[in-house]
């Protein structure tokens, strides 16, 4: 028991009135939020006692689902054994033991693993560790980072640079001088009658076209998510990253795949670099279902292809100085060993591959509604596309509200879906079962009828 006890009124105040919550609204952030008050398995239930199902999975992480009492005896055990180690001087079981399994889940080479706090920074470490390489192999400019539009990489400086998420509106400043955004990659922009292949080539000659105008004595990287999975799950043509990454080491440009979603378990694999997309990336960055979300934890993994000319005999004095006071903090590690202790022995990753048919079959049954533009997915994450107003473009502002209205039926019915403008995302604990798939989509199902109903 947590000792805390104030009633949902109290709490409400006082959220209201102290607490700005990431992307928070100015206009009505600190409108009544549920108050999550516990969970287990796949359900968060409200200060009322009200039961809900977690579509989103909190933010893409809660892997092996709330409440895990072997996680929380993880968890004391090592606050009692050693709550915090210094990082810098000091080696530590938990984080010495993690390092090692996640070098031996990643694909290739990818042995050497930087800790941080959490995806931003997994992917801001990536990033300085860009300008570390190429200072230190004496080609100073070599520093612009290409990604892509509907890209989310983060909130920290670095990381919001390389995000093409509504750049425009975010009202920050961003590095524009060490960041390229290239054009949108999602399939259902094809221009009609062309194939999937030919977009594909589009896309990579998108990367190629801009690493040469750009320059390649410029260009330090391309980070790519798997599958840009809060930009509107899309996922790329088949074949697309492994292009991208010849063309990347074509041009000795590092090639870095942000896996802070698609990793643990979430396509059905450690990562989905190599077991989906068939690449060895030159950097992976993850975080979220590292942990199942029990603590924040991030990782940075670093291949030893790229460390080998900046290691050893003739770098005295060299440091990489970037580091957080929480790098491979003990009880985050231990969590995390738990978590995949816990994911293997279950079979959680078998389980994913075997229900995620089920759960597209479901999610893209949705598509016969008239107000369902597109359903997409893979593994155990979906997208609904709504479009309310049928083409007309004077109303496309309804359209963007497709998301939210479908969030307050769901949540009124039991269910909690992400919305995103015109969509809707799914990505539940990987443990969902098919009853609870049924569950979750007769919900959304009855949620998408009686929206069609008011806007009919
Ligand atoms: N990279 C990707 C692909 C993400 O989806 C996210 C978060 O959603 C991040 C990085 C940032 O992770 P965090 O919120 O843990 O900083």
Not at 156 to 161: I, M, N, Q, R
């Amino acid at each position: 028991m947590t000792g805390l006890s104030n009633s949902a009124a109290v709490i409400r105040e006082y959220d209201n009135k102290h607490y700005m919550h990431p992307w928070e609204s100015m206009e009505d952030g600190r409108a009544d939020r549920t108050i999550s008050a516990r969970a287990e398995g796949i359900y968060i239930y409200d200060q009322d006692g009200k039961k809900l199902i977690d579509g989103p999975g909190g933010m893409w992480c809660t892997q092996i689902g709330y409440g895990r009492q072997e996680i929380a005896d993880a968890i004391s055990e090592q606050v009692m054994q050693l709550s915090y180690h210094s990082p810098w001087n000091t080696a530590s079981e938990p984080s010495a033991l993690l390092a090692r399994k996640l070098a031996e889940l990643a694909p290739g080479d990818l042995n050497t693993v930087f800790f941080t706090t959490g995806g931003s920074t997994a992917v801001d470490t990536a990033m300085r560790f860009v300008h570390f390489y190429n200072n230190r192999l004496g080609r100073p400019d070599k520093k612009i980072v290409i990604s892509r539009q509907k890209a989310y990489h983060g909130s920290t400086y670095l990381a919001a640079s390389v995000t093409g998420k509504e750049r425009s509106k975010s009202w920050f400043d961003i590095d524009t001088d060490q960041a390229h955004l290239l054009p949108d990659v999602n399939p259902n922009l094809r221009p009609e009658g062309m194939d999937l292949e030919a977009w594909c080539d589009l896309k990579v000659a998108d990367l190629e076209n801009a690493i040469i105008e750009l320059g390649p004595d410029k260009v330090g990287a391309f980070i790519a998510e798997p599958i840009l999975a809060s930009g509107g799950v899309i996922i790329p043509p088949p074949g697309y990253h492994k292009k991208c990454l010849e063309v990347c080491h074509a041009h000795d440009v590092l090639y870095i795949s942000d896996e802070v979603v698609t990793g643990f378990g979430r396509l059905g694999h450690w990562f989905a670099s190599e077991d989906v997309f068939d690449i060895v990336p030159d950097m992976i960055t993850c975080a979220k279902g590292l942990t199942s979300g029990y603590l924040p934890l991030g990782a940075c993994l670093i291949s030893d292809r790229i460390l080998a000319p900046i290691t050893g005999e003739g770098q005295e004095g060299v440091m990489f100085s970037n580091g957080y006071t929480y790098s491979g903090h003990p009880v985050s590690c231990a969590a995390a060993l738990k978590n995949i202790e816990i994911m293997e022995r279950e079979n959680i990753l078998q389980h994913v591959r075997d229900i995620s048919p089920y759960f597209l079959e479901r999610l893209n049954a949705l598509g016969a509604s008239p107000i369902i533009a597109d359903t997409r997915g893979v593994g155990l994450v979906g997208c609904v596309e709504g479009r309310l107003t049928a083409g007309d473009e004077s109303r496309l502002a309804l359209d963007q509200k497709f998301g939210s209205r479908i969030d307050e039926k769901c949540e009124e019915l039991g269910l909690i879906v992400r919305p995103l403008l015109n969509m809707c995302v799914f990505s539940p604990p990987l443990i969902i079962t098919r009853q609870q798939i049924d569950d979750m989509f007769d919900i959304l199902g009855r949620a998408i009828e009686t929206l069609a109903r008011e806007t009919g």
